[in-house]
């Protein structure tokens, strides 16, 4: 679709043919804008098309879609979770599995637009930093296109299954002393000097366009209706601005009467947006050393701030923050009363929203739709630790079996 980049802070304007991923005038984050008076009614067509990310083209910044790379990303369910709404004494609560996409985050749809953008764009190598989603992406996109890889990851633990990802899809891996946001300098200002390196971190507004997809989908799933909450974690703060803005342009569209509440969940010890808002703040302060078990969400100094507290301002919602203990028995609920596995950093939300309903912030009425960011399987070894698991080898008998599980012998006495 015809667009172009505007800057958040000072409104300068440039074209789409440009690689740009911040401001030139003042330095501040780019938004694409398009002419909505342009869009015509697309719900007839909408209606006998399957849910995917690129269901919404007309949507997308993209000028040719015979530059579009795709590995079937989108298209998630939103499962009911009545359990655990019980539980929580919420009556209709929904998880929409982001773990579903190709390669197990919602990154994959933020990185088919951003890839087929480089595409577009005649670019042959992509990079990014992060903590490891964003990477396992990258590379798995990169290769569909035939696009060489860079992956920047910060010191520290690395999710297992996510560097593997990256690793497995020929991505060339490099360690920066330091953590997310000192990652993440270092490949900005390498992109800066190798013009000819495209770089797909959330930065680049071409990955939220396709990120606000996920609000169209949810849209589409509540039977054109937006929930009255969203809750999610955030890290680097690019999707919470990219939901918002998918909403947004649902209200613009006249698609949609009332626009959700957005909720962002973050660590406590990784939590520089959420302390803005407790205090009612308009800017952020960084934390300089962030820790958390969730390490998708180990990020002191997000990118995305600025959307992300307009996203939560706007919208009437709010920011909470949670613990790594809470972290891990709201992802241990969630497995065990709905059947879904998901990493730390999405359990996140889980934990929050409990806080949050406890605080009687969500009415239990009300329709909230939370986030599972990725898939359980991303980052086990972080998970196995916390369950303290001993196995038991046992003989291939009956009573063997009994034994090690516990399990009496009931002695069944016949009468006659
Ligand atoms: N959940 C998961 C599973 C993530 O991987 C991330 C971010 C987030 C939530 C937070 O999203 O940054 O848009 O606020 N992961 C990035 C990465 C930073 O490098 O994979 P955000």
Not at 293 to 316: C, D, F, H, M
Request: net charge neutral.
């Amino acid at each position: 679709m015809e667009h172009y980049l505007e800057c958040i802070n000072c409104g300068a304007k440039y074209d789409s043919r440009e690689t740009i991923y911040v401001c030139g005038r003042c330095g501040d984050l780019l938004d694409i804008k398009y002419n909505y008076r342009e869009f015509k009614d697309l719900t007839e067509s909408w209606l006998n098309t399957p849910l995917s990310v690129w269901k919404y083209k007309e949507l997308l910044p993209l000028g040719r879609t015979s530059n579009i790379i795709s590995l079937g990303e989108g298209g998630t369910n939103l499962l009911e979770c009545s359990r655990l709404g019980t539980t929580l004494k919420l009556k209709h609560l929904h998880m929409k599995n982001e773990g579903e996409n190709p390669t197990g985050s919602f990154k994959d749809r933020g990185m088919t637009v951003g890839v087929s953008k480089a595409v577009e764009l005649g670019a042959k190598i992509v990079a990014c930093a992060s903590t490891g989603n964003t990477s396992a992406s990258l590379a798995a996109y990169a290769a569909k296109a035939g696009l060489q890889s860079i992956v920047l990851i910060p010191s520290g633990k690395i999710a297992l299954g996510k560097l593997t990802q990256a690793i497995v899809h020929g991505a060339r891996i490099v360690q920066v002393k330091g953590n997310f946001d000192d990652a993440l300098q270092t490949v900005f200002n390498f992109t800066n000097y190798h013009k000819d390196i495209y770089l797909l971190n959330s930065i680049n507004p071409y990955r939220i366009e396709g990120q606000k997809t996920l609000a169209y989908e949810v849209y589409d799933q509540l039977g054109y209706e937006a929930p009255d909450n969203v809750i999610l974690p955030v890290g680097n703060a690019g999707n919470i601005s990219a939901i918002w803005k998918g909403f947004k342009e649902l209200h613009i569209l006249g698609l949609i009467r009332q626009l959700p509440r957005m909720i962002g969940i973050q660590a406590e010890n990784a939590a520089p947006i959420a302390n803005a808002f407790k205090l009612k703040k308009r800017d952020i302060k960084a934390v300089t050393a962030p820790e958390t078990i969730a390490t998708a969400i180990r990020i002191g100094s997000p990118v995305s701030w600025k959307k992300a507290l307009n996203a939560v301002y706007e919208s009437q919602g709010l920011m909470e923050t949670v613990t790594d203990t809470e972290i891990l028995d709201a992802q241990r609920q969630l497995a065990r009363l709905e059947g879904l596995f998901i990493e730390p950093a999405s359990a996140a939300s889980i934990a929050g929203l409990k806080k949050i309903v406890d605080m009687g912030l969500i009415g239990r009425d009300e329709e909230t739709v939370c986030i599972a960011t990725g898939h359980g399987l991303k980052d086990p070894d972080t998970i196995i630790k916390s369950y303290n698991i001993n196995l038991t080898e046992i003989n291939p008998m009956e009573e063997s079996i009994d034994e090690a599980l516990g399990l009496k012998q009931v002695m069944v006495v016949k009468s006659n």
